[in-house]
């Protein structure tokens, strides 16, 4: 059970999506994917590995400093039952390398990638913070990155072997823009094959 305002969407395939402003310490799901990027950038937006690493006093900053977990896109790793305070059952870190150049379609892959891995582990709540929590977008790349994740989500549910998978997926909506976000997210699962 989450602690946090929701705002359902849609489904898809037995998966549920909704969007929220999600805690990365409260979060209490069996999977929360957290999207870290290559190297920390002066000045640039902290966001959902910045606040895991924060709780975590520093364990993703040692991981990087020795080389297990570097942030190289599509880079992945898994921390199951990680320590208080966070509270979601599995970690996973997705890397996102040093810049994803303005492409919507990078964060869409990603989104998948995490998708397939929630669908393997079969988990019942997954809380999403990819793209925004580590980037800050120009505002004309918030739709098509949204739906861009969207998309990649879909894909790896059609791809997956089984049907009607349970699955309450919610999408982190800290990026600024939460109604083009939103909107986007809808439209893109409204339009999907």
Known sequence: MNNRQ???IGAWRGVSFAVAQIDVVAA???LLVVGMREKDVVGAHRGGADAV??????TLSRLREGGIFAGGFGETLMLTRPSAPIRAATLMLIGMGASLNGNPETVGNLTG???RAALRIGAAS????LGWSELELPEALVGPSAAAMMRGAL????AHDADGVPMQWTFDIRNGAAAQTTAAL??????WP
């Not at 690493?53 to 520093?58: E, K, N, P, R, T």
């Not at 997954?126 to 913070?129: I, K, N």
Request: hydrophobic letters at 50%; aromatic letters at 0%; a negative charge.
């Open 6 to 8: 929701s705002l359902p």
């Open 28 to 30: 209490e799901d069996d």
């Open 53 to 58: 690493d924060h709780a975590l006093h520093g």
């Open 113 to 115: 990638l995490a998708m």
């Open 126 to 129: 997954v809380g999403c913070l």
């Open 155 to 158: 894909a790896a549910i059609d």
């Open 186 to 191: 809808c439209d893109a699962l409204a339009g």
